[in-house]
């Protein structure tokens, strides 16, 4: 560890963390009060997964947490920073079969380890609120939850085809495939037809939409952007058309039912179960082999647009509903079954994927809305946009869009054949999940009764103890070989019956946790109500972005359950929310591949924790990525040493009045302390450390400059600079503020508070100009009088030169900062 030169006193960074990590936990520093004599705020940070020990972006993302806790608690808030472990989850499953352990050994041992290096990184965290996912005690009420979600109508089990992750073999909610890949493991998706269970988040998909202007300004953009991107609301028209042969008329959906005129085919998803069912005896043996070729391509391939349209014509034909027009059907796998009907009328003029199919096929383009570009049908541009309506029978003429989607709709509800609409492109949220390391299932399979919840009182329904090769994955949950387990007596019949094998996606684990550490002893309920009054909703939620859609929208989507239920008074569960850039090394991504990974245990052993921790606060804004091949730990630990070092000086009696020291000493003080107080309250955390740096700088100056270590200002200097760096580097502050004679431990002292009067500057400098051009800078006082600046403006050699002998014909004086002066031509 690098060390101060002989002869100079040095920070021990090994012994600080040592001697400070036993004092919190000894007394227990950092549990709240909770006594309602301090405003309550709870800092949330993202919720750490025991894949192995903490890494660098660990490293970054929790100290940005412990900043605003630290921070807030010395504002005198009584702040809430609880951890636990997501610990179900498919990693530790696949890290136990390949070492033929039992997850849960693997899982523990991991969080152990995390959770002692946790405490070495010096965070503020609340340990009596402790909680792992996999515990049967919290899963307990995650089963509880699902059966009020099932009560409600809002849990539903239903055969559809899935999304399927080949090599977890498991299947995957739509948020989880990530370009047509599997976002944990990266193998490319297949679609399977399984019998799953599904939350109907779709319920829910206007209000979040809605509740998002409870979050403009505090949430960052683009999290709200990509939000409302993935949820996808559409406004438009579901239009029923007949099917030759099929009694019920089939329903589409389209933004632009102005453009029926111009349908000249119409299209189904071949994997949809309206294509096998509308297709003729003549054309099935094609179909079905077309059926086996689309079902090995993902769902980012089918909707490129790069690549050639593919189908095969069904040997039907719909009718168009506004002209009477025999529409071939086709099937085609750039329409997906999962959105809409999984049904399209094609307007090949104007929709480019149409135009594409069309072409392909020789199917007819007719041009329903006159843009002034070319003829779609030649040029292989479809026209999209808005324009003169052609082709359109009632249509034409009218004189834009909105008139001609109200003209259409009026007549076709007019005519009963549809309606006004919105859809979303959100779908329900697939939880089943067929592996054996997650929360069962809590429904029995009754064949006289059908679905039967379990009972309250028989939560929770726990997992068996399987072991070794019977947790492999068979492509079904490892759950249904467990015969002892599996088969039970229906609760309502008391005949034979069979528990649901499969285990829920961990994701309905994480998006209520924050409920639960408000009362993680509690057994009455999830959470106790009056607890989460007190305590939420979370003020501050630090997590990566790449949570965005999964973890926060499935977050808002239970809280609102929970408000429907009565359970919290508020819809939306994370006031604010910061994320953190990721570390790289080297411009890349750290990977064991590229050779370009930072162990931190590694980077803590050489430099000491409170030099890891500034390193990542200073290198940037949070939001931005870090390089670590960009900064330096061993520069930093310098600073560190040096602040360090300005506390065994101080030699002023303990309490002197810092009034009677050092003026401008002091102004610098209060000067940073404003400075590190704003850079904190807007996020820049970065800034605080530069404005830290500042002061270790004017402090030594001002001692070795002969103001000497007895004077009270350097005591002030310091002591602020003890409770300032405390937010970023615990240890040494902690040491500092022992040194300076006060008593453990700093976090339990209060922020400084900014003299305003210290903040005026005695001078200042004055900028003169004359015709606009800066001619002199003059250094005055800041309670010069108007009259006096002007005659200083006027005499300088500067200004004398610029006049040239001119007159001066008006002066604008905007002091302090500026006096204009306008001369005679």
Same mark, same amino acid.
Request: proline residues 6%; glycine residues 8%.
């Given at each position: 560890?690098?060390?101060?030169?002989?002869?100079?006193?040095?920070?021990?960074?090994?012994?600080?963390?040592?001697?400070?990590?036993?004092?919190?936990?000894?007394?227990?520093?950092?549990?709240?009060?909770?006594?309602?004599?301090?405003?309550?705020?709870?800092?949330?940070?993202?919720? *750490?997964?025991?894949?192995?020990?903490?890494?660098?972006?660990?490293?970054?993302?929790?100290?940005?947490?412990?900043?605003?806790?630290?921070?807030?608690?010395?504002?005198?808030?009584?702040?809430?920073?609880?951890?636990?472990?997501?610990?179900?989850?498919?990693?530790?499953?696949?890290?136990?079969?390949?070492?033929?352990?039992?997850?849960?050994?693997?899982?523990?041992?991991?969080?152990?380890?995390?959770?002692?290096?946790?405490?070495?990184?010096?965070?503020?965290?609340?340990?009596?609120?402790?909680?792992?996912?996999?515990?049967?005690?919290?899963?307990?009420?995650?089963?509880?939850?699902?059966?009020?979600?099932?009560?409600?109508?809002?849990?539903?089990?239903?055969?559809?085809?899935?999304?399927?992750?080949?090599?977890?073999?498991?299947?995957?909610?739509?948020?989880?495939?990530?370009?047509?890949?599997?976002?944990?493991?990266?193998?490319?998706?297949?679609?399977?037809?399984?019998?799953?269970?599904?939350?109907?988040?779709?319920?829910?998909?206007?209000?979040?939409?809605?509740?998002?202007?409870? /979050?403009?300004?505090?949430?960052?953009?683009?999290?709200?952007?990509?939000?409302?991107?993935?949820?996808?609301?559409?406004?438009?028209?579901?239009?029923?058309?007949?099917?030759?042969?099929?009694?019920?008329?089939?329903?589409?959906?389209?933004?632009?039912?102005?453009?029926?005129?111009?349908?000249?085919?119409?299209?189904?998803?071949?994997?949809?179960?309206?294509?096998?069912?509308?297709?003729?005896?003549?054309?099935?043996?094609?179909?079905?082999?077309?059926?086996?070729?689309?079902?090995?391509?993902?769902?980012?391939?089918?909707?490129?647009?790069?690549?050639?349209?593919?189908?095969?014509?069904?040997?039907?034909?719909?009718?168009?509903?506004?002209?009477?027009?025999?529409?071939?059907?086709?099937?085609?796998?750039?329409?997906?079954?999962?959105?809409?009907?999984?049904?399209?009328?094609?307007?090949?003029?104007?929709?480019?994927?149409?135009?594409?199919?069309? /072409?392909?096929?020789?199917? *007819?383009?007719?041009?329903?809305?006159?843009?002034?570009?070319?003829?779609?049908?030649?040029?292989?541009?479809?026209?999209?946009?808005?324009?003169?309506?052609?082709?359109?029978?009632?249509?034409?003429?009218?004189?834009?869009?909105?008139?001609?989607?109200?003209?259409?709709?009026?007549?076709?509800?007019?005519?009963?054949?549809?309606?006004?609409?919105?859809?979303?492109?959100?779908?329900?949220?697939?939880?089943?999940?067929?592996?054996?390391?997650?929360?069962?299932?809590?429904?029995?399979?009754?064949?006289?009764?059908?679905?039967?919840?379990?009972?309250?009182?028989?939560?929770?329904?726990?997992?068996?103890?399987?072991?070794?090769?019977?947790?492999?994955?068979?492509?079904?949950?490892?759950?249904?070989?467990?015969?002892?387990?599996?088969?039970?007596?229906?609760?309502?019949?008391?005949?034979?019956?069979?528990?649901?094998?499969?285990?829920?996606?961990?994701?309905?684990?994480?998006?209520?946790?924050?409920?639960?550490?408000?009362?993680?002893?509690?057994?009455?309920?999830?959470?106790?109500?009056?607890?989460?009054?007190?305590?939420?909703?979370?003020?501050?939620?630090?997590?990566?972005?790449?949570?965005?859609?999964?973890?926060? /929208?499935?977050?808002?989507?239970?809280?609102?359950?929970?408000?429907? /239920?009565?359970?919290?008074?508020?819809?939306?569960?994370?006031?604010?929310?910061?994320?953190?850039?990721?570390?790289?090394?080297?411009?890349?991504?750290?990977?064991?591949?590229?050779?370009?990974?930072?162990?931190?245990?590694?980077?803590?052993?050489?430099?000491?924790?409170?030099?890891?921790?500034?390193?990542?606060?200073?290198?940037?804004?949070?939001?931005?990525?870090?390089?670590?091949?960009?900064?330096?730990?061993?520069?930093?630990?310098?600073?560190?040493?040096?602040?360090?070092?300005?506390?065994?000086?101080?030699?002023?009696?303990?309490?002197?009045?810092?009034?009677?020291?050092?003026?401008?000493?002091?102004?610098?003080?209060?000067?940073?302390?404003?400075?590190?107080?704003?850079?904190?309250?807007?996020?820049?955390?970065?800034?605080?450390?530069?404005?830290?740096?500042?002061?270790?700088?004017?402090?030594?100056?001002?001692?070795?400059?002969?103001?000497? *270590?007895?004077?009270?200002?350097?005591?002030?200097?310091?002591?602020?600079?003890?409770?300032?760096?405390?937010?970023?580097?615990?240890?040494?502050?902690?040491?500092?503020?022992?040194?300076?004679?006060?008593? *453990?431990?700093?976090?339990?002292?209060?922020?400084?508070?900014?003299?305003?009067?210290?903040?005026?500057?005695?001078?200042?400098?004055?900028?003169?100009?004359?015709?606009?051009?800066?001619?002199?800078?003059?250094?005055?006082?800041?309670?010069?009088?108007?009259?006096?600046?002007?005659?200083?403006?006027?005499?300088?050699?500067?200004?004398?030169?610029?006049?040239?002998?001119?007159?001066?014909?008006?002066?604008?004086?905007?002091?302090?900062?500026?006096?204009?002066?306008?001369?005679?031509?």
């Amino acid at each position: 560890m690098t060390s101060e030169p002989e002869g100079r006193a040095s920070y021990d960074a090994a012994a600080a963390q040592q001697r400070w990590q036993e004092f919190w936990a000894k007394d227990d520093t950092f549990a709240p009060r909770d006594d309602g004599r301090r405003e309550r705020r709870y800092v949330l940070d993202m919720f *750490p997964y025991p894949s192995g020990d903490l890494h660098m972006g660990h490293a970054e993302a929790f100290v940005m947490g412990d900043i605003i806790a630290r921070y807030w608690r010395l504002k005198g808030y009584d702040v809430m920073h609880p951890i636990g472990w997501d610990s179900f989850g498919l990693p530790a499953e696949n890290a136990a079969i390949a070492r033929n352990a039992h997850p849960a050994e693997w899982t523990y041992a991991n969080i152990e380890t995390q959770a002692r290096s946790f405490r070495r990184y010096g965070l503020s965290l609340d340990w009596t609120r402790r909680l792992h996912t996999s515990d049967p005690e919290y899963y307990r009420w995650t089963q509880w939850l699902f059966l009020r979600f099932y009560e409600k109508g809002l849990a539903y089990r239903r055969a559809s085809y899935v999304n399927w992750c080949p090599v977890d073999q498991t299947v995957l909610a739509n948020e989880q495939v990530v370009q047509g890949a599997c976002e944990r493991c990266g193998a490319t998706v297949t679609k399977r037809k399984l019998t799953q269970w599904y939350f109907k988040i779709t319920d829910y998909a206007q209000r979040l939409l809605d509740d998002m202007s409870q /979050l403009e300004g505090k949430w960052p953009d683009r999290v709200l952007a990509m939000q409302r991107n993935w949820i996808g609301r559409s406004d438009g028209a579901y239009v029923d058309f007949r099917i030759e042969g099929r009694d019920e008329p089939v329903t589409v959906f389209t933004t632009r039912p102005d453009t029926l005129f111009g349908a000249t085919f119409f299209v189904v998803a071949p994997d949809a179960e309206l294509a096998s069912e509308l297709v003729d005896d003549e054309h099935r043996e094609e179909f079905e082999a077309y059926l086996a070729r689309v079902k090995q391509t993902s769902e980012i391939e089918r909707q490129s647009t790069e690549r050639e349209k593919t189908g095969v014509f069904l040997g039907r034909y719909a009718t168009n509903p506004v002209n009477g027009e025999r529409l071939p059907v086709w099937a085609a796998d750039y329409v997906l079954s999962e959105y809409g009907t999984g049904a399209i009328m094609a307007v090949p003029a104007h929709d480019q994927r149409d135009l594409d199919f069309a /072409l392909t096929f020789g199917l *007819p383009v007719r041009v329903v809305i006159e843009t002034g570009l070319p003829d779609p049908g030649s040029s292989g541009a479809a026209t999209p946009g808005d324009g003169t309506y052609v082709n359109s029978g009632p249509l034409d003429g009218l004189p834009d869009t909105s008139a001609g989607i109200a003209a259409i709709c009026a007549q076709l509800e007019a005519d009963g054949l549809g309606r006004a609409a919105v859809t979303y492109r959100l779908r329900d949220w697939l939880l089943s999940r067929q592996r054996f390391w997650g929360c069962p299932i809590p429904i029995i399979h009754c064949p006289a009764c059908g679905e039967v919840p379990v009972p309250d009182e028989q939560l929770p329904v726990e997992l068996p103890d399987l072991r070794g090769a019977a947790l492999a994955p068979k492509g079904v949950s490892p759950l249904a070989a467990a015969e002892d387990w599996v088969n039970v007596a229906c609760p309502h019949c008391g005949g034979p019956a069979k528990r649901d094998a499969d285990t829920m996606d961990t994701f309905v684990d994480s998006s209520w946790y924050f409920f639960r550490y408000c009362s993680p002893g509690y057994t009455e309920g999830p959470f106790d109500p009056a607890d989460v009054a007190r305590w939420m909703p979370v003020a501050q939620y630090v997590g990566g972005v790449e949570h965005a859609i999964l973890h926060l /929208l499935y977050s808002r989507f239970f809280t609102k359950v929970l408000h429907d /239920l009565g359970m919290v008074d508020f819809t939306e569960p994370f006031s604010r929310l910061l994320n953190q850039g990721q570390v790289i090394n080297q411009g890349k991504a750290m990977s064991k591949s590229l050779n370009n990974g930072v162990d931190l245990g590694e980077q803590i052993d050489r430099f000491g924790v409170d030099a890891v921790r500034t390193t990542v606060v200073f290198a940037g804004p949070p939001e931005d990525d870090i390089d670590w091949a960009d900064v330096s730990p061993a520069s930093t630990l310098r600073f560190l040493q040096r602040a360090y070092r300005l506390a065994t000086e101080v030699t002023s009696a303990f309490g002197a009045d810092p009034a009677t020291g050092d003026l401008a000493l002091r102004r610098q003080t209060h000067k940073t302390i404003h400075g590190v107080t704003e850079a904190l309250e807007s996020g820049r955390f970065n800034v605080e450390v530069a404005r830290d740096m500042e002061l270790v700088n004017a402090t030594r100056k001002a001692i070795d400059s002969g103001c000497g *270590p007895a004077d009270p200002a350097v005591r002030e200097a310091v002591e602020a600079l003890a409770v300032m760096l405390s937010v970023v580097a615990p240890y040494v502050a902690e040491e500092m503020w022992a040194l300076l004679g006060h008593a *453990p431990s700093v976090a339990n002292s209060t922020w400084p508070e900014a003299d305003p009067a210290l903040l005026v500057s005695e001078s200042t400098t004055m900028v003169v100009q004359v015709q606009g051009k800066v001619r002199a800078k003059i250094e005055i006082p800041t309670t010069l009088s108007e009259d006096d600046a002007v005659a200083l403006a006027l005499a300088d050699p500067g200004v004398v030169r610029a006049l040239d002998g001119r007159a001066v014909r008006q002066v604008i004086a905007r002091l302090p900062k500026l006096v204009s002066i306008v001369p005679e031509k």
